[in-house]
């Protein structure tokens, strides 16, 4: 699976290059990198325990923006974990999860990025948490309604299949019969 290695990656870089405009968060420490690294890791168990990786995920997350360390592409991890969370069947802790971790962000804000705080801005932060929910869901409702046609495509098979054995066991009867 590529995805951890490339969120991994992704996280640890993007964060180093978001943070040079951060000034007003901590600067990004060894701490900062196991927690940017310890989202993604988890993910290779997402298929598993989906519940557990999310709410793993989010608390790591959770932690990270509490120390203050920079935005950046932190959430990356979260949202693959959310995601896969939904579309596996887990919908509620999906949404719990993601409530509790826009709360834990607009603390965060209020205490490091004091000054700079908006509703605007955490506006955003909820718009986004409601996008990827949302492609969540529509990748589920995709998932269930694809599996709903192949079921129903199998059934059809095998009742065409059916009615055929009848119509050549009928055929057979005839002809036995007639001589």
Partial sequence: ???PHT?????????FGAAHGQSSRRT???LAIVLLLAGP???????RRPQVVAVFVASVTAVYLALGYPYGPVFASL???LVATVVLGHRLIAWVVAAALVVVD????LTFDVGTWSWGSQAGVIAWVLV??????????RRERAATFRQAARETRLRQA??????????????VAHH
């Fill in 162 to 175: 059916g009615e055929e054995r009848l119509r050549i066991a009928q055929d057979l009867h005839d002809a």
């Fill in 79 to 81: 949202a693959v974990a």
């Fill in 7 to 15: 969120l991994a990656v992704l996280q640890v870089v993007g964060t």
């Fill in 28 to 30: 990004v420490e060894p």
């Fill in 106 to 109: 607009a603390l965060a804000r």
């Fill in 132 to 141: 990827i929910l949302a492609v969540a869901e529509v990748v589920r409702v």
């Fill in 41 to 47: 890791a988890s993910l290779v168990l997402v298929r």
């Fill in 1 to 3: 699976m590529a995805v």
